[in-house]
Nanobody, 119 residues
Framework: QVQLVESGGGLAQPGGSLRLSCTTS????????VRWYRQAPEKERELVAS????????TYADSVKGRFTITRDNAKKTAFLQMDSLKPEDTAVYYC????????????WGQGTQVTVSS
């Protein structure tokens, strides 16, 4: 069955770093784009970063540009989000999303991992 499992969250100090992983199984990961979302308490879910399945083109929310990097390893069926220069406002639950929009739309979500940035 399809599974997406996020890991790597935890507590970091402002200016610190964390690396999130999204390990997948049960579907052809190479055909899916990957997105990282986050949701903080009392806020709407926000798209943080995305990477295409083909060229691997990455895009980022303005709030994280220059600080976060999204990558993928198709052989390992895993996506990553490297988070540097963390700020308290980065505190949220981070979710991995895999999506295919051609032929027949298909989308999968992980359960999320908590990231807390606090001094």
């Amino acid at each position: 069955q399809v599974q997406l499992v996020e890991s790597g969250g935890g507590l970091a100090q402002p200016g610190g770093s964390l690396r999130l992983s999204c390990t997948t199984s049960g579907f052809d990961f190479s055909l899916y784009g990957v997105r990282w979302y986050r949701q903080a308490p009392e806020k709407e879910r926000e798209l943080v970063a995305s990477i295409t399945n083909g060229s691997g083109r990455a895009t980022y929310a303005d709030s994280v540009k220059g600080r976060f990097t999204i990558t993928r390893d198709n052989a390992k069926k895993t996506a990553f989000l490297q988070m540097d220069s963390l700020k308290p406002e980065d505190t949220a639950v981070y979710y991995c999303n895999a999506i295919r929009i051609t032929f027949r739309k298909s989308e999968y979500w992980g359960q999320g991992t908590q990231v807390t940035v606090s001094s």
